[in-house]
Nanobody, 123 residues
């Protein structure tokens, strides 16, 4: 059974930073493209960032470029999202996503989802 467990969310002031983690189990992590999506209240879920299963390529939504960094450690089955210069519009539930031999993208995510972690940015 695949499990993705996010952590690291919280409340920060605008301009602050957070690092989200997603620990994966029950999956051949080194063969899974991983990504982060977020959903704000009353809004549709949106793509944030993704990373190829080899870690060699990363992809970002335009609004996150330069502020967010996605990375992964295939040795401990974890994907990270480093978020800097946070804005109030970044407030959302952030969910980890994975799929085998594909990379999540703005077109949609793979079949494996975590429960999400809340990020709240106050101005």
């Amino acid at each position: 059974q695949v499990q993705l467990v996010e952590s690291g969310g919280g409340s920060v002031q605008a301009g602050g930073s957070l690092r989200l983690s997603c620990a994966a189990s029950g999956i051949t992590f080194s063969s899974a493209g991983m990504g982060w999506f977020r959903q704000a209240p009353g809004k549709a879920r949106e793509f944030v960032a993704a990373i190829h299963w080899t870690g060699r390529s990363t992809y970002y939504a335009d609004s996150e470029k330069g502020r967010f960094t996605i990375s992964r450690n295939n040795a401990n089955n974890t994907v990270y999202l480093e978020m800097k210069n946070l804005k109030s519009e970044d407030t959302a539930v952030y969910c980890c996503n994975g799929e085998y031999l594909q990379t999540p993208s703005a077109r949609g995510g793979g079949p494996y989802w975590g429960q999400g972690t809340q990020v709240t940015v106050s101005s």
